[in-house]
C-alpha cells in the first residue's frame, strides 16, 4: 500500500503565497506523474498542475504565471508553490501519484486526503 499525506494549507488573504507538500510513502518502486488537484463544494475534481519523473510540467490555465510544481525523487515528495492567492483558489487540494510498487507491476493511482486553501478578499 501508498500513503499519500498533504500539508500545508491554510487561510491566507488574497495576494498572499502558501507552500504544499505531500509525501508518498510505503510500498514505491518508482513514481511516474505525481499531480495536484482540486475541488470545490459541487464541482468536479480540478487539475492543477502535474510533473513526471523526467521533470516535464503542465499547468492548468488558470495557474499558470501564480503557480509552481516541483519535486523531489529522492524523497518521494511533490510540492506546490502558490503565489499570488485569489479567493477562487480557495478549494481542498488533493495530491495525485501514479506509483509503481515494483518493477514488474504496472503503475497505479494513490490519492491524499487533501489540504484546505482559503483564500480571503
Known amino acids: 500500500q501508498v500513503q499519500l499525506v498533504e500539508s500545508g494549507g491554510g487561510l491566507v488573504q488574497a495576494g498572499g503565497s502558501l507552500r504544499l507538500s505531500c509525501a508518498a510513502s510505503?510500498?514505491?518502486?518508482?513514481?511516474?506523474?505525481m499531480g495536484w488537484y482540486r475541488q470545490t463544494p459541487g464541482k468536479q475534481r480540478e487539475s492543477v498542475a502535474g510533473i513526471t519523473r523526467g521533470g516535464n510540467i503542465n499547468y492548468a490555465d488558470a495557474v499558470k504565471g501564480r503557480f509552481t510544481i516541483s519535486r523531489d525523487n529522492a524523497k518521494n515528495m511533490v510540492y506546490l508553490q502558490m503565489n499570488s492567492l485569489k479567493p477562487e483558489d480557495t478549494a481542498v487540494y488533493y495530491c495525485?501519484?501514479?506509483?509503481?510498487?515494483?518493477?514488474?507491476?504496472?503503475?497505479?493511482?494513490?490519492w491524499g486526503k487533501g489540504t484546505l486553501v482559503t483564500v480571503s478578499s
Open positions: 510505503g510500498s514505491i518502486f518508482n513514481i511516474n506523474r
Open positions: 495525485n501519484a501514479d506509483v509503481q510498487s515494483t518493477w514488474y507491476t504496472d503503475g497505479r493511482v494513490y
